[in-house]
DNA sequence: CTCCTTAATGAAAATGGTTTCCATTATTAA
DNA sequence: TTAATAATGGAAACCATTTTCATTAAGGAG
């Protein structure tokens, strides 16, 4: 329960300071929040999180620091098509498994998915090698997604 | 060159008439600027490409083209990022290659590739396959893509 | 070819997620 | 404690996209 820690001894403190940036309350709720919840939080959903014990960290705040933990790594920022994006920890100090995304275009459900992991980690390695090389390009990131109707949606019509 | 040919003759002729829309002058505008374009138009883009030809046609109806190809199937809307929607004409008559996207954050600027092509969509039907049976999805969709800096963009800072 | 139904359209206004502005507050190094 | 400046909140701005609504035009029926 890192918010229960002292100040500045959650795993997130080396990192910040480290690149300069400061530890503040808010940032440290929005940390909270993000390791707690599972998955795919909008800016918003962070908010109404954030609020009842952070009244006064505003909606501003909440989209700065996903900002900035997207520059440093700490969080990923996704795109599930229904025009807000969405906010996942990466792997943390426990080390949250590598997952990738199948979105229901209907509903908006998103399934983490770990099947196929393996190859599909493999097969994105070697493929970031030989385009990195070709087109020299630094490759850093990389998003695979499913889209498709979930057993509900594709039964409704 | 489609928009020499008589009215209600080009290729997407029968897609369209069989879903029950019509033809109209707009709507072969796009799709011929489109098909002439090589890839990743933005709406304005095409709007701008459009207007020196068609000048009341105007950036709605491009949205609503759009959105209409993207749901027919016939164009693909692609998101790289920066908070505009792109669209390429999916595989036309004369088969356009199959290919994914490598993406400059620096300067957002877009390398098309074909290499690895094969083992990719080998993986990705295996995965499709896999994940549509246990997890219960219909999947008609996926996005593969990579994300770095250019060789400019990385020397530069 | 003409008529009629209704899909398609354009212009303007609305929408809504995200960003910017700016005066105020709070963190951190000295 | 103090000074320098990063961070903040609220309001306003931004801007791609969507909606509204009155008008136009595609295409089947006759």
Redesign the interface.
Known sequence: MPSGECRGQGWWHGKFRGCGYRLTLGREAILDILSKAEGHLSAEDIYIKVHPKYPNIGLTTIYRTLDVLSNLGMVYKL?F?DGRARYELAEGPKGAHHHHH?V??GCNRV?D?T??ID??VE?LQ???K???K??????????????????KC?GNK
Chains 1, 2 share one sequence.
């Open positions: 795109d098509g199948l229901c275009t399934v998915y099947d196929f190859e599909e097969l070697q493929t970031e030989g385009l990195g070709k087109y020299n390009f630094k490759i850093n990131n990389h998003v695979i997604q499913f889209y498709g109707l979930c057993d594709s």
